[in-house]
């Protein structure tokens, strides 16, 4: 199994959602998330006043699936999510070695 924890613009959210359902992912976590990559943020002017703006608003996605779904998932997302702009996100896919679903005590794949 793997987790894909896709960072992306918030105005991608829905986009993102549709490719998700199309791979019949059976869940996922949705967190409003703050931060920055190789933009740096952006200066902007405010009453004659320069700010630097560095931290800015993103939405995480989290989800686990089967090993097999994680590749066309993330070439699904890279194809319809990418503006060519910085802040477009990023995906980070990490090993689960298990996976327990409390209610049954299903275990690995049957409790996805």
Same mark, same amino acid.
């Given at each position: 199994?793997?987790? /894909?924890? %896709? %960072?992306? =613009?918030s105005e991608k959210l829905e986009s993102l959602?549709? %490719?998700l359902e199309g791979c019949k992912v059976n869940g996922l976590m949705i967190s409003n998330v703050m931060g920055y990559g190789n933009q740096k943020g952006y200066t902007q002017m405010y009453r004659g006043t320069k700010y630097h703006v560095?931290? /800015?608003p993103k939405v995480?996605?989290?989800?686990v699936v089967p090993k097999e779904l994680a590749d066309p998932i993330i070439d699904a997302v890279v194809e319809e999510i990418n503006t060519g702009s910085y802040g477009d996100g990023k995906i980070f896919v990490y090993d689960v070695e298990d996976?327990? =679903? %409390? =209610?049954? *005590?299903?275990? *690995? =794949?049957e409790a996805l």
């Amino acid at each position: 199994m793997k987790k /894909l924890e %896709i %960072i992306i =613009r918030s105005e991608k959210l829905e986009s993102l959602k549709a %490719i998700l359902e199309g791979c019949k992912v059976n869940g996922l976590m949705i967190s409003n998330v703050m931060g920055y990559g190789n933009q740096k943020g952006y200066t902007q002017m405010y009453r004659g006043t320069k700010y630097h703006v560095n931290l /800015l608003p993103k939405v995480k996605v989290e989800t686990v699936v089967p090993k097999e779904l994680a590749d066309p998932i993330i070439d699904a997302v890279v194809e319809e999510i990418n503006t060519g702009s910085y802040g477009d996100g990023k995906i980070f896919v990490y090993d689960v070695e298990d996976a327990v =679903r %409390i =209610r049954t *005590g299903e275990h *690995g =794949r049957e409790a996805l």
